[in-house]
């Protein structure tokens, strides 16, 4: 079981609606990281949270809004997303992000379609 | 920048030993991981071996690195039919812990 929890599993919505991805973990992980993942391709980084602040954009477009309530919470909120944003997205955390040997742990993902 | 590559797929039989191959370009990496994805699921962390070290042992797992051709391998005693997965390696970039992947291995065990 991973430690990295997300909600929903799977959402399918339109591309005019509103809707949130949540990921939560109790490590005690300060540093958390969206990553999107498209059909047998790896993880390309989104954005990274370090102490509750973000720390990279990676030219994500303003329809991903990320946001951290607090260490333990990091929620992506989409906004009249493409067709081409349908993938699987995924959480991470690690320690903290300030190098040296901090290994991401995973959750296993929202698999978002969009119609 | 950083680049890392990895051979495509990798079919062997059960029982057998599985290696998967990685090659990285980034002389100054600290750390290197592999992470291993099932079907319809996240990315588990399996292993990951520090720069300085030629070798890791874990199990069934040895990663194996070559730091003079920056190469690195994961071998996988007596493959088991649920080691069928993607196997990803992938470097780590000091600046905001970025990870860069390989783009993934599918490794297919026949029973």
């Known amino acids: 079981d991973t430690e990295v929890t997300q909600t929903p599993k799977h959402l399918v919505m339109g591309m005019t609606n509103k809707k949130s991805l949540k990921c939560e973990q109790h490590m005690g992980h300060r540093a958390m990281y969206w990553y999107k993942q498209k059909a047998k391709k790896p993880p390309e980084l989104m954005f990274v949270y370090s102490y509750e602040k973000l720390s990279i954009n990676e030219s994500v477009p303003s329809r991903f809004s990320p946001e951290c309530p607090n260490s333990s919470l990091l929620n992506l909120h989409l906004h009249a997303l493409q067709p081409e944003d349908s993938a699987l997205y995924l959480c991470a955390s690690s320690q903290d992000s300030t190098g040296r040997n901090q290994p991401q742990h995973f959750g296993d993902g929202t698999r978002l379609s969009i119609l | 920048g950083e680049d890392v590559e990895q051979s495509l797929f990798l079919s062997v039989r059960e029982g057998d030993s599985s290696v998967i191959n990685c090659t990285y370009t980034?002389?100054?990496?600290?750390?290197l991981y592999w992470y291993k994805q099932e079907p319809g699921a996240g990315l588990q962390l399996l292993t990951y071996i520090f720069s300085n070290m030629d070798m890791k042992q874990d199990q069934r797992l040895t990663v194996l690195l070559n730091k003079k051709d920056k190469h690195l391998s994961l071998r996988i005693a007596d493959t088991q039919t649920g080691d069928s997965a993607i196997y990803f390696c992938?470097?780590?970039?000091?600046?905001?812990?970025?990870?860069?992947f390989g783009a993934g291995t599918i490794l297919r065990v026949k029973s």
């Open positions: 992938a470097d780590i970039m000091e600046y905001g812990n970025k990870l860069v």
């Open positions: 980034d002389s100054s990496s600290t750390y």
